[in-house]
T-cell receptor, first 113, second 115 residues
C-alpha cells in the first residue's frame, strides 16, 4: 500500500497571503489528522477529519481551517499568514474511529517571509 | 488540561547500553499511547504503541510499559545501536471514543547512541 502523501513538500509565502496544503491518506483510511511541528512547540494537534466531518479541533486560531473530501483526501488552509506560521505541517491518517494507529506523511515545510 | 510531559529532553548512551524515556499524561480518559521515532528530515514513524488494558508490550529490542494509576508510560530500548539515534516522541490520546483522532505529544527526546 502506498503511504500518506502530502503536497507540496515546500512552500514559501509572504505575510498576509493564504496557503492550501493537501494530504492523501493511505487507501482505506478514513481519518485524517493535521499537526504543526515547530522546534519550540513540538508537535501540536490542529484538527481531525473523519468521513468529511471535523471531529476534533486543537487550540489554533480560526485562520486555520480544513476540509475532507469524499475520497478521504484532506486539505488545510491558513489565511492571513503570519511569520509564526512557519513550520512543518504534518498530516496523519488512521483507519477508522476504532483504530488509533496514525501514520504520518512527509510533511509540508511552510516558510512565511 | 491536556498535557504530556516527556523526560529527558536529551539522552546519550554507549552502543549496547539501554535507553529509557519516560512520559506522564494528564487526561485520565487517555487510553492509547504510541511512540514515534523521527530521524532528521523525515516523518515521524510509529515504532510501538500500547493500549490502556495492557501493562507492557514488547517488540524485539523495544518495550513500552504503562502505569495507568500513576499516569506514566515509558519506552525501553535495549542493546542500542547507532541507527537508534533519532528524536523520540511519546503521545497520548485525548478523551474517550469521541476523541479518537487527537493525540497530544510530548516535547521529544533526542537520543544519541555513541559507537
Amino acid at each position: 500500500k502506498a503511504g500518506v502523501t502530502q503536497t507540496p513538500r515546500y512552500l514559501i509565502k509572504t505575510r498576509g497571503q493564504q496557503v492550501t496544503l493537501s494530504c492523501s491518506p493511505i487507501s482505506g483510511h478514513r481519518s485524517v489528522s493535521w499537526y504543526q511541528q515547530t522546534p519550540g512547540q513540538g508537535l501540536q494537534f490542529l484538527f481531525e477529519y473523519f468521513s468529511e466531518t471535523q471531529r476534533n479541533k486543537g487550540n489554533f486560531p480560526g485562520r486555520f481551517s480544513g476540509r475532507q473530501f469524499s475520497n478521504s483526501r484532506s486539505e488545510m488552509n491558513v489565511s492571513t499568514l503570519e511569520l509564526g506560521d512557519s513550520a512543518l505541517y504534518l498530516c496523519a491518517s488512521s483507519l477508522s474511529g476504532v483504530s488509533y494507529e496514525q501514520y504520518f506523511g512527509p510533511g509540508t515545510r511552510l516558510t512565511v517571509t | 488540561g491536556e498535557n504530556v510531559e516527556q523526560h529527558p529532553s536529551t539522552l546519550s548512551v554507549q552502543e549496547g547500553d539501554s535507553a529509557v524515556i519516560k512520559c506522564t499524561y494528564s487526561d485520565s480518559a487517555s487510553n492509547y499511547f504510541p511512540w514515534y521515532k523521527q530521524e532528521l528530515g523525515k516523518r515521524p514513524q510509529l515504532i510501538i504503541d500500547i493500549r490502556s488494558n495492557v501493562g507492557e508490550k514488547k517488540d524485539q529490542r523495544i518495550a513500552v510499559t504503562l502505569n495507568k494509576t500513576a499516569k506514566h508510560f515509558s519506552l525501553h530500548i535495549t542493546e542500542t545501536q547507532p541507527e537508534d539515534s533519532a528524536v523520540y516522541f511519546c503521545a497520548a490520546s485525548m478523551g474517550g471514543s469521541s476523541n479518537t483522532g487527537k493525540l497530544i505529544f510530548g516535547q521529544g527526546t533526542t537520543l544519541q547512541v555513541k559507537p
